[in-house]
């Protein structure tokens, strides 16, 4: 028999049940909700180009389909990580050619000064004028910053890049770089790049995305020998990526000695399952009460200032 119901409203009470097994998650680890310091916003021309891209599987993450699983308007979006007990996300988008940054700037600008609860985010592309619209941003307030060497196509190393890392490490605000070969790999990915950025700059407060994957031993190595990496756990040790990008078993040791340099991120809202499954993903490598907290609350607290 066909259901009369209306759609949306099942929606709805999906998303109710979802938030509420989110809040029981961080309270039953007696925390006050969570910090994700890897969640998207940005214009929505641009992020329905992203979600095509992923949609028509163009991230080629071993041929599996990636259905985005939040396709709501922003509004919702950001309800529904309140609903998830989010205390604070960030904002991050990211060009992918020259002329772009400062726009989406402008645009990451606006919607932290509507959304209270979101870290004012900024991101910049290897061109002319990199160093003085990063100086821009930070002057007006961004506490993060997003770099994204797979889509941007850029090398960390470029020289126009040489006074935008110095202007972070300086300032002390934190990067999140997607600098890891996954899902796939781009012509400056992987360790080296980035290791020679903070042989540079080593005080640089680098997030490594998505916990470096799959190079996670040599990311997390850099985590060991500079006091500023961070990395985080954005879609790792969940079912999608243990298929393509598994963590090793041996590794794991280390992820309880970098246990103060882990930071929950989930990649809301461009992920193929639920916000949830992040989170359980996390707790079943069975590292603890305390671990979880860091990682889903403290680690970003202290860092960000909070
Ligand atoms: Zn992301």
């Known amino acids: ?18 938030a509420a097994a989110v809040v029981a998650f961080w309270e039953s680890l007696g925390l006050p909700g969570l910090v994700d310091v890897h969640t998207h916003f940005m214009p929505p021309n641009v992020l329905s180009k992203v979600w095509a891209y992923f949609e028509q599987g163009r991230a080629a993450a071993g041929g ?8 709501q308007p922003e509004d919702e979006r950001v309800a529904l990580l309140r609903a998830f007990g989010v205390r604070r996300f960030s904002a991050l988008s990211y060009p992918h050619k020259p002329g772009m940054a400062s726009w989406l ?51 960390p190393r470029d020289e126009r890049l040489a006074p935008v890392w110095a202007l972070l490490a300086e300032a002390g605000v934190p990067v999140v770089v997607h600098c890891g070969s996954g899902p796939m790999p781009g012509r400056h990915t992987g360790p080296g790049p980035m290791s020679e950025v903070l042989a540079g700059q080593p005080g640089l407060i680098a997030i490594i995305a ?44 280390r992820l309880v000695a970098a246990a103060d340099r882990i930071l929950l991120g989930s990649d809301f809202p461009n992920i193929p399952y639920s916000y949830l499954h992040q989170l359980h993903a996390l707790a079943r490598l069975d ?10 609350y403290g680690n970003a607290a202290r860092l960000l200032g909070l």
């Open 1 to 18: 028999m066909t259901s009369l119901q209306d759609p949306s409203a099942l929606g709805q009470r999906e998303a109710d049940g979802e």
């Open 210 to 253: 998505h916990l470096g994957m799959p190079e996670y031993g040599e990311f997390l190595d850099l985590a060991e020998r500079y006091p500023g990496v961070y990395l985080d756990t954005t879609m790792a040790f969940t079912d999608f990526v243990e298929r393509i990008a598994p963590f090793p078993a041996e590794l794991r040791p």
């Open 287 to 296: 590292l603890g009460p305390a671990w979880l907290r860091g990682v889903c």
């Open 105 to 155: 700037n402008r645009w990451a600008a606006g919607f932290a000064a509507r959304t209270p609860d979101a870290l004012h985010s900024a991101t910049f592309f290897a061109e002319p004028g990199a160093a003085a619209y990063v100086a821009e941003a930070i002057g007006a307030g961004a506490r993060l910053f997003k770099a994204h060497l797979q889509v941007g196509g850029y090398d």
């Open 64 to 71: 599996q389909a990636w259905p985005i699983a939040y396709r």
